[in-house]
């Protein structure tokens, strides 16, 4: 029942209760599906009912504002940047939780991570240790990893035998297997980072808007086996939970052996064990969690540059040679150089706008009912901010869907600090703004000038962009054989 006399906001209808059906539930690029359904429910009304209900109650007819339903459980998906700072960062307090239900809990170990676990004093603690070891000035620790690693990943990528894809991947778990765990793997097919991809695809999947629905049925998770499909969800469940367990676990586990074996084990694992009471059960199973957790993804957006450039040459040219201006032939790109190359950071911060990693955000619970813009939120809908939809806002990029490093450019060269980048979420004064922003930063940062360097792209036919992305924001594989060759 909606707030009489309020409506929830425009958007799709399904059948009574189901709601829209999983045919109907896109899983595909769904944030531009999102973005047609505004278009389309937006102004879905009749004429006169336009003029009535705009009269009578404000509404707006623009498409900010997307709600559909399953199983009873409502979505609300938000296009514009202006609408998520209203709902997502003026109301934070009532917009703040994670989605969580009983099958959640059966999944207990998914709720540990920091992402998705509902706001508590455990969450409170666990956001402090985030706070103290990923903050601006604490991850300059990383950077020495962080070089050893890039170049190791640009001197490889024109003599190895593996896929441009497999390089990336093996180069940004490698950075973070290094800082967190102190642990070096060779590929990214080894059996800690599979694990872990594993559940990062995991994740991924769970915040597809509507994909959850079936988790608020009543009494799902009480379902016998020989229920119809009721075995297979079950299983499914458990399932989620393992793949978790042992994302976690494994490097946990390596990274305690190396410590007893090595009392001079460096890591930012080892280093918050030093510091803890060994008796300490729930403090140590924090940090465990924290360092699962702290495996922050860099694949999307260092594929992501490299699918520019090779749809865009005339980018990677310039980004050359403002390199060879700044640091000469033979220059080797450095962190102390970022002040020095505006359009390098231009072409970083393009990367992170022309496709986002996670283009839909992580989901947001709304505890209270709200009304906004005349419209009715109830308590416990689930809400998405389309950042995808925000980064290609043609009101305010022009020629939004193309790759120009210039639109970031200033006279002064002054660049906005890295919290107004969306892709690492745009909440001013949200607390879920992501925490791992500064590392992720770095690496992704450092690999632009290193690469360009180092090799040239090969160029592709440049078509329509989203061709060459997958049904997530990875790009796709054969996008991402594409040769480079050594600079000369």
Request: hydrophobic share 40%; net charge negative; aromatic share 12%.
């Amino acid at each position: 029942m909606t707030m009489y006399p309020y409506l929830y906001p425009p958007g799709p209808k399904g059948f009574p209760y189901l709601g829209l059906p999983n045919a109907k539930i896109p899983t595909k690029k769904f944030w531009l599906t999102h973005i047609e359904w505004g278009k389309k429910h937006g102004a879905a009304l009749g004429f006169t009912a336009i003029i009535i209900i705009t009269f009578l109650l404000s509404l707006s007819l623009s498409g900010d504002l997307i709600h559909f339903s399953r199983f009873s459980k409502h979505y609300v998906v938000i296009n514009t940047l202006e609408t998520a700072r209203d709902i997502l960062d003026k109301q934070a307090r009532v917009t703040s939780d994670r989605p969580h239900t009983r099958v959640d809990e059966i999944v207990s170990n998914l709720l540990d991570g920091l992402s998705q676990i509902p706001y508590s004093k455990q969450w409170r603690k666990t956001r402090k240790l985030f706070h103290q070891n990923l903050h601006a000035e604490s991850t300059v620790q990383f950077h020495p990893i962080q070089t050893e690693q890039v170049w190791l990943f640009v001197k490889g990528v024109v003599l190895s035998e593996s896929t441009l894809k497999g390089q990336i991947a093996t180069l940004s778990q490698n950075i973070m297997f290094l800082s967190i765990y102190g642990l070096d793997i060779s590929s990214n097919e080894e059996e800690m980072p599979t694990r872990n991809r594993e559940a990062i695809d995991t994740f991924e999947n769970s915040i597809i808007p509507g994909w959850d629905g079936y988790k608020y049925i009543p009494f799902i998770h009480l379902l016998p086996s020989w229920f119809p499909w009721g075995g297979r969800l079950i299983a499914t469940i458990h399932a989620l939970g393992e793949i978790a367990r042992e994302g976690a676990s494994k490097p946990w586990d390596a990274v305690r052996e190396k410590i007893k074996s090595d009392g001079n084990h460096a890591s930012l694992i080892g280093k918050l064990l030093s510091r803890t009471d060994p008796d300490n059960d729930e403090e140590i199973d924090r940090i465990k969690w924290f360092g699962f957790q702290f495996m922050a993804d860099t694949m999307s957006a260092i594929s992501t540059f490299f699918l520019a450039m090779s749809l865009y040459p005339d980018v990677q040219s310039k980004g050359q040679e403002e390199l060879d201006a700044v640091l000469g032939k033979e220059g080797i790109p450095t962190f102390d150089d970022c002040p020095s190359l505006p359009y390098i950071e231009a072409i970083f911060r393009e990367v992170m706008r022309w496709h986002p990693a996670l283009p839909m955000g992580v989901p947001h619970n709304c505890i209270e009912d709200i009304v906004y813009d005349g419209y009715y939120i109830p308590k416990g809908t689930t809400i998405y901010a389309n950042i995808w939809a925000m980064t290609h806002d043609t009101s305010v990029y022009e020629d939004a869907d193309r790759f120009i490093p210039e639109r970031h450019l200033r006279k002064d060269r002054h660049f906005d600090n890295i919290n107004s980048i969306l892709a690492y979420r745009f909440e001013r004064r949200n607390f879920r703004v992501c925490v791992g922003r500064y590392m992720a930063n770095d690496t992704i940062w450092l690999a632009i000038p290193s690469t360009l360097a180092a090799v040239d792209i090969s160029t592709l036919p440049n078509e329509n962009v989203e061709d060459y992305f997958s049904d997530g924001a990875f790009c796709s594989p054969h996008t991402l054989d594409c040769s480079v060759t050594p600079q000369v």
